[in-house]
């Protein structure tokens, strides 16, 4: 992923699913053989991959709905490590 892109816009690759686990009360990614535990940023950035909204768009979200600024370098550096990973696919 391009870190300067902030038209990219990233989507859930199709082999991965989100899952909240009500037992435990944890956000999950569900991949082939694999479970990723997501902390509360990370569920919440990733629940936005849904290859219909940019990066800026994505930042925007996030920055209203967490009430915080300047988010939009720690967004790329996990969408950056999320396609890197195998979990987001952007166009």
Do not use: Y
Not at 20 to 39: A, F, I, T
Not at 70 to 80: I, P, S
Request: hydrophobic share 45%.
């Amino acid at each position: 992923m391009d870190t300067d892109d902030l038209t990219a816009i990233p989507r859930l690759v199709t082999k991965a699913m989100l899952k909240h686990d009500s037992v435990r009360d944890v956000e999950l990614l569900l991949l082939p053989e694999r479970v990723v535990l997501l902390n509360k940023s990370g569920a919440a950035i990733l629940g936005l991959c849904d290859g219909s909204r940019t990066v800026r768009q994505l930042v925007d979200r996030l920055e209203r709905d967490f009430e915080a600024t300047d988010l939009t370098n720690d967004v790329m550096k996990f969408l950056e490590d999320a396609s890197g990973r195998g979990w987001v696919v952007v166009r």
